[in-house]
């Protein structure tokens, strides 16, 4: 397989998402495609439901942008390096509730591999992206006061 056109497939995806271009990254996928999200465990079943995952990253941080560092494929996988930064003016949803809106910059790296048909259409049929949460969560968490801690009396 040629370089050229797996830097163009990996590219048009970051374009995709980068443009909002929903239906045509539906059109690379499979309906009953089977999505999850490692770092948070959340799972999907279908194209719809992954594209409402991805809208939703970008109700969170509407200038979400997304850039390509790396990409490796074969014929059954793509694997794709990539950078996301936005600014989060959306409440970010974590498990006992949400963050508000901060209005700070965030950037994280995330890896997503996509599990292809092996047809000549090699729509995406499965999909997993894997970040490090903690640090996003680091950028967008308010700083406690140093004294509150300070206050807390340790009892053994």
Do not use: H
């Amino acid at each position: 397989m040629s370089l050229k056109p797996l830097a163009v497939n990996a590219k048009e995806i970051a374009a995709a998402i980068n443009e909002r271009d929903w239906p045509g990254l539906t059109a690379r996928c499979i309906y009953d495609l089977a999505f999850t999200d490692v770092a948070t465990s959340e799972k999907f079943e279908n194209v719809q439901e992954f594209i409402g995952f991805l809208t939703n990253w970008t109700k969170i941080f509407p200038d979400l942008s997304v850039s390509l560092v790396m990409a490796n494929s074969t014929l059954s996988t793509e694997i794709l390096e990539l950078r996301f930064e936005g600014t989060q003016t959306g409440p970010f949803p974590v498990m006992d509730g949400t963050i508000p809106a901060t209005d700070r910059d965030v950037v994280w790296q995330a890896c997503i591999i996509f599990d292809l048909e092996t047809t000549n259409a090699r729509k995406i049929k499965g999909a997993r992206i894997y970040y490090d949460i903690t640090t996003l969560l680091d950028q967008l968490a308010v700083a406690l006061d140093a004294n509150a801690e300070q206050d807390k009396e340790i009892r053994v």
